[in-house]
């Protein structure tokens, strides 16, 4: 199904069954309608495909643009909205707008983990079973390439060259190729040449990242991974997969990196998505600056 036909459908939804005013009918239409262009400007993926990252990293563009506390609360209740009736139908599995919080007064930045609180979440995962070496691996691996967890757990085990020291991420349009860092290559080749091989449940399997039941790793099961290393580690912020998504940009950029680079391996369409983290290094500038300056 196409987006318009989908946006179509959902016209008729309002119209006919929820007898909608004009005023709602044309501003949730006009929200849904941009969302999907947003959607084609960066991609393959659609209404029905469209996942948590997607949504939340629309919610950020508009931010970023510019979009008003208000028009941004309103974009969240219409995606909401939407969401809702596309389930009902049965169009999508599940509904992706559940981390979109309206704004109060103005936006909240992305939460970000600082270098340590990184390190300490990275030691977690013990590499003395089967499970502690694939965990490992995979906070190395989102740490040290910023993919989207739909990307990472989408890997295939092909997409991987170690010897070169590099992922293949099969993003929405294109594929990206992003450099590891030596750790993560060796978190990786530990898994891949030792571990993967006893876990997969059939030599066929293409999946990097397995379950227990030697299955293609869910978003699910990997947001469950990282809670519980979250809980372990005693880190007190709100952490998610992507919460390393944004401190991996986040952490380039105050080391140096150049916005355009940091797109680049975000596979961000448009660098308003990406100058967000600009406003983060700020911010923690400005920080650091009224703790430590004897006149702040």
Known sequence: MTNSECLAKYERYLTDEKKASKNTLSSYLRDIRQFGEYLDGNGSADYVTADEDDLCEYIDHLRNVGKSVATVSRNIASLKNFYIWMKLKGYVEENPTGRLVPDKATHKLPEIL???????????????????????????????????????????????????????????????????????????????DFIRPEMIAVPSERALFVNISGERMSRQGFWKIVKSYQQKAGIKKDITPHTLRHSFATHLLENGADLHSIQEMLGHADISSTQIYSQLVKKQLKDVYNKAHPRA
Do not use: H, W
């Open 114 to 192: 600082t270098a340590q609180e990184v390190e300490l979440l990275l030691e977690q995962p013990e590499c003395t079973d089967r499970k502690g070496y694939r965990d490992r691996a995979m906070l190395e691996l989102l740490y040290a390439t910023g993919i989207r967890v739909s990307e990472l757990i989408g890997l295939d085990v092909t997409d991987v060259n170690l010897s070169a020291g590099i992922v293949n991420c099969r993003g929405r349009d294109k594929i990206r190729t992003i450099p590891l860092y030596a750790t993560a290559v060796k978190a990786l080749k530990d898994y891949v």
